[in-house]
């Protein structure tokens, strides 16, 4: 059974940092392209950052270069969203996605959500 589990989300003030992380299993979690999602209220889910299965290839939002860093450790199946200067509009709950491709197949997971909320 796969199972995608967040953690590290809280409540922080402006300019701060967390660190989520999420740890995989039931997969071949270094076979797996991983994702941060975030979606806050009354918006649609939009995608932070990703990372390749090996780690070789990240990319961010916009509203997010230079402030998150993704990265993962396959020996631990765990992913890592680290966020430093955190602002309001980084409040939401994030979302961490796995994405297995085998030939034209595609298997998909999404975790339960963590929430984010940065207010003074």
């Known amino acids: 059974q796969v199972q995608l589990v967040e953690s590290g989300g809280g409540l922080v003030q402006p300019g701060g940092s967390l660190r989520l992380s999420c740890a995989g299993s039931?997969?071949?979690?270094?076979?797996?392209?991983m994702m941060w999602y975030r979606q806050a209220p009354g918006l649609e889910r939009e995608l932070v950052a990703g990372i390749s299965g090996a780690g070789g290839s990240t990319n961010y939002a916009d509203s997010v270069k230079g402030r998150f860093t993704i990265s993962r450790d396959n020996v631990k199946n765990t992913l890592y969203l680290q966020m430093n200067s955190l602002n309001a509009e980084d409040t939401g709950v994030y979302y961490c996605?796995?994405?297995?491709?085998?030939?034209?197949?595609?298997?998909?997971?999404w975790g339960q959500g963590t929430q984010v909320t940065v207010s003074s």
């Open positions: 039931g997969f071949t979690f270094s076979g797996a392209d």
């Open positions: 996605y796995a994405r297995m491709r085998y030939g034209v197949n595609e298997w998909t997971y």
